[in-house]
């Protein structure tokens, strides 16, 4: 069974920085597209960041030069370092796992991020 598994989130003040990591227990680790997004209170899930199994990451505009998505094939674990946040940060950010290869696609449970003082 292919679990995703987050980790990292919690509470910080604005300014403050959070890691966040996802665990997949998929096999064929690197042929998977990594992504991250969040879902805020009554708002629409949206992308925060991609990368690819080679590395190459791509960011939604509000989250470029703040967050950075990295990605540990061994360990089959894809990170999202967060610097700088902001109040509207605040969301529960989901893990994702795509293959276009294999014709699949997993999503975490999330994990909630608050930015408040």
């Known amino acids: 069974q292919v679990q995703l598994v987050e980790s990292g989130g919690g509470l910080v003040q604005p300014g403050g920085s959070l890691r966040l990591s996802c665990v997949a227990s998929v096999s064929a680790f690197r042929t998977y597209t990594m992504g991250w997004y969040r879902q805020a209170p009554g708002k629409q899930r949206e992308l925060v960041a991609t990368?690819?199994?080679?590395?190459?990451?791509n960011y939604a505009d509000s989250m470029k030069g703040r967050f950075t998505a990295s990605r540990d094939n061994a360990k089959k674990t894809v990170y999202l370092q967060m610097n700088s946040l902001r109040p509207e940060d605040t969301a529960a950010y989901y893990c994702?796992?795509?293959?276009?290869?294999?014709?699949?696609?997993?999503w975490g449970q999330g994990t909630q991020v608050t930015v408040s003082s």
């Open positions: 994702n796992a795509r293959s276009s290869l294999l014709g699949a696609e997993y």
């Open positions: 990368i690819t199994s080679g590395g190459t990451t």
